[in-house]
């Protein structure tokens, strides 16, 4: 067992079921990877997450899309932070036991980006309404309309077993600098 991985969870998440039984296709579990990563960014700047953001958007949606897709991603989510006055939680995409699980908050949050993949913007401001606590949900449905207008011209990248992983080079280092790794030491 790696030394750098804890034994069990020590995350304090309030996760309300397991991601694989929510029915999200790839694209959905691929947005909520890039915003559970720009969330890890907010919290813990000094962890500079949105690195790894941007490359999972890069290596999950065909060139150039990945970077246009995190962007959006980011956009929509500065729409929910400037409409809540709560926190959002979110499960920790570095954790093995978290990023399997999935909060009350992820969950509206996805389920408002499908219904605007859907073409039902009643509901997605249903939806968000909920997640932004009321204040200024049409904020974020238009932002994730952007989104989905991206995603419209650029389909999902080949799988990555046909593909060469592309990763960042540290001159004279193995491995990134240690404030570039995930809060659970996973980079």
Known sequence: MDANKPKRCTCDARHTGRLDACGFDPI??????????VFVAFTQPQSQSWICALETAERSFAPP???AIALA???A???LRSARTSCFVFSNPYCETCRHAIT???????????AVQQGNRAQALTFATMVCEGTRPDHLVD?????ARILGEGPLAEPPSRRKRMSFRWPGMSRPPAALE?????P
Do not use: D, H, K
């Not at 959905?28 to 990563?37: H, N």
């Not at 009350?104 to 499908?114: D, G, M, V, W």
């Not at 995930?182 to 996973?186: A, E, L, R, T």
């Open 77 to 79: 989510l500065q729409a």
């Open 143 to 147: 932002a994730f309309e952007e989104l």
């Open 73 to 75: 991603t980011v956009r």
């Open 104 to 114: 009350q908050e992820e969950r509206l949050l996805i389920s408002t980006f499908r």
């Open 28 to 37: 959905e579990r691929t947005i909520l990877t890039v915003a559970r990563q």
């Open 182 to 186: 995930g809060p659970n030491g996973v």
């Open 65 to 67: 899309f990945g970077p």
